[in-house]
């Protein structure tokens, strides 16, 4: 444990030395900032189209599907879904195959039977 001469000391250091977040909120970013985030690929694919994508055309490791009604989430590889579903399979289905092979929401009723997918971004 330090002694308290020595903890004044780090904190005297501690005030020199300028923090990493010193940019007030409405300063101005970096120039090219905008740029890069608009060029990012992933910048155009809303949720929709995510959903709509073959297997093969994700770039993504782990695809991660979650239930609305049992709060339930279901991860699999990429890779593993494409061995177990094929390259041209969509994601919206596979999800909801996942998620449907382990339901415990059980009414009967075929409306109301299964999970409710909802796809969430890592």
């Not at 985030?37 to 189209?49: I, K, S, W, Y």
């Not at 490791?61 to 041209?88: K, P």
Request: overall charge positive; glycine content about 4%.
């Amino acid at each position: 444990m330090p002694t308290p001469k020595q903890m004044e000391k780090l904190a005297a250091e501690a005030a020199r030395r300028p923090s990493p977040s010193t940019a007030a909120p409405d300063a101005r970013l970096p120039a090219g900032y905008w740029e890069s985030v608009l060029n990012d690929p992933r910048a155009g694919t809303t949720e929709t189209q995510m959903r709509q994508r073959c297997l093969s055309e994700i770039q993504r490791h782990v695809l991660r599907i979650s239930c609305r009604r049992c709060q339930r989430t279901v991860e699999i590889q990429t890779a593993d879904a494409v061995r177990l579903y094929g390259a041209y399979a969509l994601w919206k289905d596979v999800a909801q195959r996942r998620l449907d092979n382990t339901c415990q929401q059980r009414t009967g009723r075929h409306e109301e039977d299964g999970c409710w997918p909802a796809f969430e971004s890592p």
